[in-house]
Nanobody, 129 residues
Framework: QVQLVESGGGLVQAGASLRLSCAAS????????MSWFRQRPGKEREFVAG????????YYADSVRGRFTISRDNAKNTVYLQMNSLKPEDTAVYYC??????????????????????WGQGTQVTVSS
């Protein structure tokens, strides 16, 4: 069982930066691939970024590549999402999610919500223009 708790959301102006954190409980954190998803108002939940269990491989949605950076610290059971150059269209509830590393064979697997066994409660990010 893994519990995920996100933090770091808030209200910022366009062009600003935020860093989201997701703290995981349990001693098996390093056996999970981790990702961030978001749900914008009136939209379905969408993949934002993913990181492999080791941290060596990362994956990004086209809409955030070059602006967002995902990383993890297995010693702290935490995954991060550094968000730079924020835009109003980044406004959403951001969720972190954990999927067993044995189910993540290719980069495209990270995009699939059904791969993830555990989800956090979400943190709101609002970007004003």
């Amino acid at each position: 069982q893994v519990q995920l708790v996100e933090s770091g959301g808030g209200l910022v102006q366009a062009g600003a930066s935020l860093r989201l954190s997701c703290a995981a409980s349990g001693r098996t954190f390093s056996t999970y691939g981790m990702s961030w998803f978001r749900q914008r108002p009136g939209k379905e939940r969408e993949f934002v970024a993913g990181v492999s269990w080791s941290g060596r491989s990362t994956y990004y949605a086209d809409s955030v590549r070059g602006r967002f950076t995902i990383s993890r610290d297995n010693a702290k059971n935490t995954v991060y999402l550094q968000m730079n150059s924020l835009k109003p269209e980044d406004t959403a509830v951001y969720y972190c999610a954990a999927a067993p590393r044995t189910t993540l064979y290719t980069g495209s697997d990270y995009y699939t919500t059904e791969k993830y066994d555990y989800w956090g409660q979400g943190t709101q990010v609002t970007v004003s223009s």
